[in-house]
């Protein structure tokens, strides 16, 4: 099975920005819909945002109008651009298709936004 790897995160102040992104083989995407999700502390992990290969996008409603989804067909990559960053967008975020996850989970990339 093909590894997703998640990348981009890191420790930003609140309002900052990250852009996060989800790399494979062009042919482990296969037109399906791409997801973010993430999992904060003591918290079971959710959907952020979705794509699908037509490019519909779908947001959850704690991150419409601060974060985007977008997509690179010909890299297979998927990008999660997130701008006003709030504490508590503090998580490790994930990717992987939606609704049925084709992938085994990785290890996500960390985003800690704090003062």
């Known amino acids: 099975q093909v590894q997703l790897v998640e990348s981009g995160g890191g420790l930003v102040q609140p309002g900052g920005s990250l852009r996060l992104s989800c790399a494979a083989s062009r042919s482990g995407f296969r037109g399906s819909t791409m997801g973010w999700y993430r999992q904060a502390p003591g918290k079971e992990r959710a959907l952020v945002a979705r794509i699908s290969g037509g490019g519909t996008t779908n947001y959850a409603d704690s991150v419409k109008g601060r974060f985007t989804i977008s997509t690179d067909s010909v890299r297979a990559t998927v990008y999660l651009q997130m701008n006003s960053l709030k504490s508590e967008d503090t998580a490790v975020y994930y990717c992987?298709?939606?609704?049925?996850?084709?992938?085994?989970w990785g290890r996500g990339t960390q985003v800690t936004v704090s003062s």
């Open positions: 992987n298709t939606y609704p049925q996850h084709n992938f085994s």
